[in-house]
């Protein structure tokens, strides 16, 4: 299972096209609504989570997506279960990705010290000890990250061929039209 954090003020580009991607792929994945079920977007676009923070498991999961947007980092960051979440899959060696400004979240936590990494562009200084990349999505190791909300599908085709492989992934991008 991957669950994808939602909270108010987040990227719905970043959120809903890996979303999309992944459900495409094969991949079980269920967005978790962090301030409430219902949950209003950057662009003020309102999405109902598939789960209430609440009905989360970790013991179920194989992969967190963090999305951007302001003030959505914000709000993922100050949630104790997003940190325990976070906390979790890093301990476990789990798959963890985080796009545009969310990449300041595991950047605090001192998860990107010697990984390349990438954010939204003036973040940089979040992610501590990072070695900043200069493509739109960059794995390195159990951590996915991408540059903003341009960047969502071929963060989302990451995700996909880390989960299920470059074939599964070029298979999602073609049916999609996607030439990245």
């Known amino acids: 299972m991957v669950y994808i954090f939602l909270a108010d003020g987040f990227e719905e580009t970043e959120a809903l096209l890996p979303l999309d991607i992944l459900r495409r792929g094969g991949v079980e994945v269920k967005t978790v609504g962090v301030t409430g079920k219902t949950v209003t977007g950057a662009h003020n676009i ?52 985080a796009i545009c400004a969310a990449p300041s979240i595991l950047g605090h936590k001192g998860l990107t010290k010697g990984k390349t990494a990438v954010c939204y562009p ?10 900043i990349g200069n493509t739109l999505s960059v794995t390195d190791g159990n951590l996915i990250t991408g540059k903003g909300p341009g960047a969502a599908a071929p963060f989302g085709f990451a995700i996909l061929e880390k989960l299920k492989g470059k074939e599964t992934s070029l298979k999602v991008q073609n049916e999609m039209c996607f030439k990245g």
Do not use: W
């Open 46 to 97: 309102s999405v109902i989570a598939d789960l209430a923070a609440e009905e989360t498991d970790k013991n179920s999961i194989e992969a967190i997506i963090l999305p951007g947007g302001m003030p959505g980092t914000l709000n993922l960051e100050k949630s104790s279960l997003v940190q325990d979440f976070i906390d979790y899959a890093a301990r476990e060696n789990l798959l963890i990705c």
């Open 122 to 131: 003036g973040m940089e200084a979040h992610l501590e000890g990072a070695i």
